[in-house]
């Protein structure tokens, strides 16, 4: 039985593990300010980061949980799964694989 690419139903490893993979990726990007200037707190505080780095680990946090608690964000999300799982089924090729460059001398 083939599946359909267009077919709009989620799994439940779909719903609570893919597509919360795909919005954290996507956040933290969304986030990169925050993510920089934790990272850089830590990288200058050594073993005292989790004092020293609280500001900056709640700006980061808050971010983050702004987005994942964003049904608008999730839908996004949701829906570049669902493209990136069509046109898996369409071509049977992973969207890393389809990514990559070809080589530019045969």
Not at 33 to 47: A, I, L, R
Not at 82 to 92: D, I, M
């Amino acid at each position: 039985m083939a599946l359909d690419p267009a077919d709009q139903h989620l799994r439940h490893v779909e719903k609570d593990v893919l597509i919360p993979k795909i919005m954290r990726e996507k956040a933290k990007e969304r986030c990169s300010e925050q993510v920089q200037d934790f990272t850089k707190c830590c990288k200058s505080s050594g073993f005292l980061m989790v004092v020293k780095c609280r500001k900056e680990n709640s700006a980061l946090k808050e971010c983050l949980t702004a987005y994942y608690n964003d049904p608008a964000f999730y839908e996004e999300c949701k829906m570049e799964y669902l493209k990136e799982r069509e046109e898996f089924r369409k071509t049977g090729i992973p969207t890393k694989k389809r990514l990559q460059k070809l080589p530019t001398s045969m």
